[in-house]
């Protein structure tokens, strides 16, 4: 049997979109801050990115500033502000802010000051939405772009994050989204490159691929291709549920991504699932792509208020436009038979 992804949450598959407009820019001599035709030619592209991306994001080109990714993004946007955040955050922008906001049972998170604070709009983990205040400081809204309505416009923040591999485009670019007239300090210095914010000639191949993807998710969205994600993860949910009685389901009656399950099973360790499901052929994580390979239990499960015995015993399963209800129904009787043989064994 072919193999089944289902972690799009730690990246997403590249999507065609993205494929051809890269396989494009390859072609293309000059640098981008060279005067003549090659040069223009190449910034052109990085343009025609900018204003894609822009478009999606209901942020104005100008707003946009091409990094690496999210992460140094969350270091571009953060150094020196000392915000706010809570425990839940991605360590990209806990690295760089004061996780001291308290987390509620369903993962909500409050806010006293938001000028002061850094606010995901979605958890990688466990999916839950947050409901952002006005005049926000920041948000990471790398997990909610592209899989749910998101505007920079209407959430009012200051700044967000967002990753192209997360959407379908490639690893290693992302952005920073600034609020008009708000500037922040170059971290990389140099040619001036990105108005002067991000020195460095640019990864032309990969925002060009990352405009690609973000046009073409904001055309998935339009026309219901994450309803139907929703349709399959709660299928899912419902195979699982027939046979396993014990699990516990993360966020299940809070507003989530669509595409996510984040699932608790009683005694059985999170990182020996993902393996056992490997080894079954489907992949899965036991949390944040950034942090499942460090042994130890979700510190987002933590801050909600689980053991943490219960936080070890976590797995996310992150589905994406590609998967079919045949992947998500051979999943769950998988998984369900390994559940079933590790507790004969442990009995």
């Known amino acids: 049997m072919p193999r089944v992804y289902l972690d799009h949450n730690a990246t997403a598959p590249l999507g065609a979109a993205a494929r051809t407009a890269m396989l494009a820019a390859m072609e293309v001599v000059g640098n981008p801050s060279s005067v003549h035709s090659e040069g223009r030619r190449a910034k052109g592209l990085i343009e025609t990115a900018r204003r894609q991306?822009?478009?999606?994001?209901?942020?104005?080109?100008?707003?946009?500033?091409?990094?690496s990714g999210a992460t140094e993004a969350a270091g571009l946007a953060l150094a020196g502000r000392g915000l706010a955040s809570a425990a839940?955050?991605?360590?990209?922008?806990?690295?760089?802010?004061?996780?001291v906001l308290p987390?509620?049972?369903?993962?909500?998170?409050?806010?006293?000051?938001?000028?002061?604070?850094?606010?995901?709009?979605?958890?990688?983990?466990t999916g839950i939405l947050q409901d952002l205040p006005a005049g926000l400081a920041l948000t990471d809204a790398v997990?909610?772009?592209?899989?749910?309505?998101?505007?920079f416009a209407w959430s009012g923040a200051q700044m967000a994050l967002v990753s192209g591999h997360k959407l379908g485009g490639?690893?290693?670019?992302?952005?920073?989204?600034?609020?008009?007239?708000?500037?922040?300090?170059?971290?990389?210095?140099?040619?001036?490159?990105?108005?002067?914010?991000?020195?460095?000639t640019e990864n032309l191949i990969g925002i060009a691929g990352f405009g690609a993807a973000a046009e073409q998710a904001a055309r998935d969205l339009a026309d219901g291709t994450w309803e139907r994600v929703a349709e399959l993860r709660n299928i899912l949910e419902k195979a699982i549920e027939a046979r396993e009685k014990e699990i516990i389901l993360?966020?299940?009656?809070?507003?989530?991504?669509?595409n996510t399950l984040c699932m608790i099973a009683p005694g059985w360790k999170g990182e020996t699932q993902v393996m056992a499901m490997d080894l079954a052929g489907f992949a899965i994580s036991a949390g944040s792509?950034?942090?499942?390979?460090?042994v130890k239990s979700s510190r987002v499960l933590r801050a909600m208020g689980y053991g943490e015995q219960e936080a070890a015993c976590a797995i996310r399963v992150s589905l994406g436009p590609s998967n079919t209800e045949d992947d998500v129904l051979r999943f769950a009787e998988a998984w369900c038979r390994a559940y079933e043989k590790h507790r004969a064994r442990a009995a």
């Open 289 to 294: 792509a950034c942090s499942s390979g460090k």
């Open 250 to 258: 993360v966020g299940k009656s809070t507003s989530r991504l669509p």
């Open 88 to 99: 839940i955050e991605h360590d990209c922008v806990g690295a760089w802010s004061e996780g």
């Open 143 to 151: 997990q909610a772009f592209g899989k749910v309505p998101f505007s």
């Open 170 to 200: 490639p690893k290693g670019v992302g952005a920073l989204v600034l609020q008009r007239g708000l500037d922040v300090a170059a971290q990389i210095r140099g040619g001036g490159q990105e108005m002067g914010r991000r020195s460095g």
């Open 53 to 67: 991306v822009a478009e999606a994001l209901g942020a104005g080109e100008a707003d946009i500033v091409f990094t």
């Open 103 to 125: 987390v509620d049972a369903a993962g909500r998170v409050t806010v006293a000051d938001p000028a002061a604070t850094a606010l995901q709009a979605a958890n990688s983990e």
